[in-house]
C-alpha cells in the first residue's frame, strides 16, 4: 500500500474564486426574511425548494429562520447563523421598496458600508435601456437603491442568464419571489458543490485499542498538519478495535505545506471565495497527496500486524 501511495501527482491549481470567507463549507442555513411570510400572508415554498436542491448537490441544509423586514432583526440573525454555518443564504427583501432591508442587513452584519456599486449600476442600465439607443437612461431613484451594496460585494455569474447572484463573504442574497429563487438557488447549490470537491478520505481498521496507538497517531499529526485525523475506539467490537480515518484540509494549515520543496509556485490559491483571511486555497490533487503521505506514514509507524484493512472512506468498516 505504501509503495503505491508514494506516487508522485502532478499539480493544478484550482481556485475557488476571489472573495473571503472562513472554513470549510460543509453546512448551509436558511434565512427568510418578510412579514408577509411571518403573518402567513404568503406561503413559504423557498425553504423547500431550497432544501431539494442543496440535498441533490450534497450540501448539508442545517437551520432555516424567519425573520421580519427589520434591518436589526436580519443583521443579528445573520451575525448568529454565520457563527454557526458555514454558508448563509438569503431569500427576499432586495427589491426597490420601503421594505426590502436585507440588503442593509448584510452589510451591518458584516460591518460594511453601502456604496454605490458600478457593475451594479451598469447592468441596471442595460435592463431598462434600449439596444438601438446610443445613450443610455439614467437610473430611477429605485433603481440607486438597488446599486446600493455592501462595500465588500461580489456579482457572481453562475448560470447562463445575465442575472448574477449577490455574495458577500459567505452570504449570498437570493430574491424571494418563488419563480426566481428557484433558479438561483440551483446554481448556488451547485457552485458550491463543485467549489467543495473533497479529498481522497481513507479509513485504516486496527485489530489493537486506542492507547496502544496514540503516540503514533501524535506522531502522524504532527508530521501531516493539512491533514485531519480521526481516532474512533469500538471496545465491544468482535473484529475490531480502532478506527482511524484521514482526510486532506481544505486550508492549508499556517502556511506549512507538508513538501514545501517539491511544490509549484501556484500550487494553491489566496484569498478565495470561501475565506474571510488571507488563506491558501490546497487544490483537491494537492489534498489527495497529502491524505496518501499521511496514509503512507501512518502505515509504517503503526504496530505490524495491527492493521486489519484499508479502506476508501465510501465503504463501512463500522458496519
Known amino acids: 500500500v505504501a509503495s503505491e501511495n508514494t506516487t508522485e501527482d502532478d499539480y493544478t491549481a484550482q481556485s475557488l474564486g476571489s472573495d473571503e470567507y472562513n472554513c470549510e463549507a460543509k453546512t448551509v442555513g436558511i434565512l427568510v426574511v418578510g412579514d408577509e411570510i411571518l403573518k402567513g400572508m404568503t406561503m413559504d415554498t423557498n425553504t423547500n425548494v431550497a432544501a431539494k436542491a442543496l440535498r441533490k448537490e450534497c450540501v448539508q441544509l442545517e437551520r432555516v429562520v424567519v425573520v421580519c423586514d427589520d434591518v436589526d432583526e436580519i443583521a443579528k440573525e445573520i451575525r448568529r447563523m454565520r457563527s454557526e454555518v458555514d454558508v448563509v443564504i438569503t431569500s427576499g427583501g432586495v427589491g426597490p421598496t420601503h421594505d426590502d432591508v436585507t440588503i442593509k442587513g448584510v452589510a451591518q452584519a458584516l460591518d460594511k458600508d453601502l456604496v454605490h456599486h458600478e457593475e451594479m449600476a451598469e447592468l441596471l442600465r442595460d435592463k431598462m435601456s434600449n439596444p438601438e439607443e446610443k445613450d443610455k437612461k439614467e437610473l430611477t431613484p429605485a433603481q440607486t437603491k438597488m446599486a446600493m451594496l455592501p462595500s465588500n460585494a461580489k456579482l457572481r455569474y453562475l448560470s447562463q442568464d445575465d442575472w448574477p447572484v449577490l455574495q458577500c463573504r459567505n452570504v449570498f442574497i437570493l430574491p424571494g419571489v418563488p419563480e426566481f429563487f428557484a433558479k438561483k438557488i440551483e446554481n448556488v447549490a451547485a457552485y458550491l458543490s463543485s467549489q467543495l470537491e473533497r479529498s481522497l478520505a481513507y479509513k485504516v481498521v486496527l485489530s ?102 484499508v479502506e476508501n472512506e465510501d465503504s463501512n468498516p463500522f458496519s
Request: charged share 30%.
Open 208 to 309: 489493537v485499542d486506542e492507547p496502544s496507538i496514540v503516540d503514533v497517531l501524535n506522531r502522524a499529526v504532527k508530521k501531516h498538519p493539512n491533514v485531519s485525523f480521526g481516532s474512533y475506539p469500538f471496545v465491544s467490537h468482535p473484529e475490531f478495535k480502532t478506527v482511524l480515518t484521514l482526510e486532506g484540509n481544505l486550508v492549508e494549515c499556517e502556511g506549512i505545506p507538508n513538501d514545501e520543496s517539491s511544490l509549484p509556485d501556484n500550487y494553491g490559491t489566496r484569498n478565495s471565495v470561501l475565506f474571510e483571511r488571507d488563506a491558501i486555497i490546497l487544490p483537491k490533487e494537492v489534498r489527495d497527496r497529502n491524505v496518501r503521505r499521511a496514509l503512507d506514514d501512518l502505515i509504517r509507524l503503526l504496530p505490524q500486524g495491527s492493521i486489519l484493512r
